[in-house]
């Protein structure tokens, strides 16, 4: 079967590609599928026109045209749907139904409907995009806002099956209308190369007791992290917070701020924008990862690969019991779960890990165990295959 990815952006700096389609491309090449990824890399300009193998991939950075008004969008969807179709695919895979691969998925079901190609056509959600959601975060003018939420509904609703990386988005597509057969659960994953666990420093190297907040900033209000680590400091004095992360609007800067103004500002390291090669030497230097999450539409749609990371790495986590949170960490057992709001609730979970190393390390064995084995993607893409499956593909 022959297999056409078609993603919202480059492999840098967004991760929809990094940490979704693409290691999802990887786990079915390895069962045999030919997998190409095609991307518009708007986000990564100096990849553009360039082509490689990975893993037995084929990415393909289409070529981007000059910035010409309304053309521009216009030029770069037709490119990827010639690029996709190219291979003459069994499946067309689009990941996000808004912006370019909104308009791609549209041109390919146009395509279908006057009979031009065969495949299938699969639209991929892992956020909510219209209202309440990422439309609100990103600044977009209202007349992208009408957009961006028109394309969503009707990509969603126009294709042969629809991928979802959370249940909450799974209940949201399934009361579009399309049919709870068509829509297939798929969850973000572990990824093989950022899989390394979390090994501590040396026993020699003396470091404060350390939490990590492994963050994009948006998830929650900055004031819940302060008063939650002030809480903490007041249990376990001699404690740290390492911040690792950039937000989209300085909101890192915002932090700082609040951590100076409430007199926590020596206690706090900001480590800034991390690549994934520099991941695992923060992660070591942990002893707790914190996760909080406001109880929003967007939290409870979205599904957080940075918490997969941290739990494959083998860190206990304590996170708000939102959305996708609750899927991947039981309480207890791989790692806490606590009630959106509840600071004091969060701060006494922070501060037994820190005061247990045994539950630590207990918590941190398992959260690893239960990641890399019951969220690795060559078992996730059994869905995936079946979202597929309902053609008789060409080997």
Known sequence: MRIAMIGPFGLKPKGTVAVRALPMAKALAAKGYRVSVILPPWSHPQDSGREWEEEGVQVCNVALPPR????????IACRLIRRALAIDPDVVHCFKPTAYVGIAAMGIWLLKRLGLTKARLIVDSDDWEGKGGWSEVEGYTWAQKLLFAWQERWNLTHCDAVTVASRALETI??????????????????????????SGESPAVHRPPTVLLYTRFFEYDLKRVVDIFRRVLAEVPEARLLVVGKGLFGEEEELLALAKKAG????????????????????????????????TLINRTKCAAKLVELMAAGLPVVANDVGQNGEYIEHGVSGLLVPPGDEAA??????????????????????RRRILEEFAWDKLVANVERAYGMMRGRS
Not at 264 to 283: K, Q, S
Not at 346 to 367: K, N, P, T, W, Y
Request: charged share 20%; no cysteine; glycine share 8%.
């Open 346 to 367: 969060f701060a006494s979970g922070v501060i037994e890990l820190l005061q247990d190393e045994g539950l630590r390390r207990r918590l941190g064995q398992e959260a």
């Open 68 to 75: 010409l008004p309304l053309l521009w969008h216009l030029i």
């Open 264 to 295: 926590l500002a020596d206690r706090v390291v900001y480590a800034g924008w991390a690549e994934p090669d520099e991941l695992p030497a923060h992660f070591s230097a942990a002893d707790v990862a914190i996760y909080p999450y406001d109880d």
């Open 173 to 198: 597509v399934w009361s579009l209308g399309v049919r709870p057969s068509r829509v297939f659960y798929v969850p973000n994953g572990a990824i093989g190369d950022r899989q390394q666990p979390a």
